[in-house]
């Protein structure tokens, strides 16, 4: 039995995105707590949110998608995750931070799609007016500090028992990093 191999690919998401990229977050939101939302939404109730994320300016959306090794025309691409910067507080003196986010498909942790996916943000970024981009990461999230601190973020501090979903509190630790 061979696995076939895929390779992931990074682009700007769209309108054409949003009900692969409502599927990936409803999981989050009915399974875990790393959203503190606690009920799902229909891609109609996402659309604000994707609306909210243009292919230009500091508040971006990125998605990985994969392809078959041989990269054949017409396959349909399955989305693997998503990684955005949108407004870190609504007030204008926050304009220059940004905060950052990534969220994967079940079965796509470990390929190094989280990798790809703020890669190509940060590349994307680089050119706005931006100062500083934050991270908040329900504990515990091992995988999720280790690809933000790989990234250079450090941890600024910790929200003790800030959120409450599945009848207990979590804990959300902040990381920031320079932009």
């Not at 017409?74 to 693997?80: D, E, K, M, V, W």
């Not at 190509?120 to 908040?136: I, K, M, P, T, V």
């Given at each position: 039995m061979s696995t076939e191999r895929t390779e992931v690919q990074v682009r700007p998401g769209g309108e054409a995105d949003l009900d692969a990229l409502t599927a990936i977050y409803n999981h989050y939101v009915r399974e875990t707590p790393i959203t503190f939302d606690t009920a799902v939404f229909t891609p109609e109730e996402r659309r604000p949110w994707l609306l909210s994320h243009p292919e230009d300016g500091p508040h971006r959306l990125m998605v990985a998608t994969d392809t078959d090794s041989q990269g054949t025309p017409?396959?349909?691409?399955?989305?693997?995750g998503y990684a955005t910067s949108s407004a870190f507080r609504p007030k204008p003196a926050y304009a220059t931070s940004v905060e950052v986010t990534i969220?994967?498909?079940?079965?796509?942790?470990?390929?190094?799609?989280?990798?790809?996916?703020?890669?190509?943000?940060?590349?994307?970024?680089?050119?706005?007016?931006?100062?500083?981009?934050?991270?908040?990461?329900?504990?515990?999230?091992?995988?999720?500090?280790?690809?933000?601190?790989?990234?250079?973020?450090?941890?600024?501090?910790?929200?003790?028992?800030?959120?409450?979903?599945?009848?207990?509190?979590w804990d959300v630790a902040w990381y920031e990093k320079d932009l």
């Open positions: 017409g396959n349909a691409q399955r989305i693997l969220y994967l498909a079940p079965d796509a942790g470990g390929r190094g799609v989280g990798t790809s996916l703020y890669k190509a943000l940060f590349e994307a970024l680089a050119e706005e007016d931006l100062h500083r981009a934050y991270a908040g990461i329900a504990q515990p999230n091992e995988a999720s500090v280790r690809l933000h601190e790989r990234f250079g973020f450090r941890h600024v501090g910790t929200y003790r028992e800030v959120g409450r979903k599945f009848g207990r509190y």
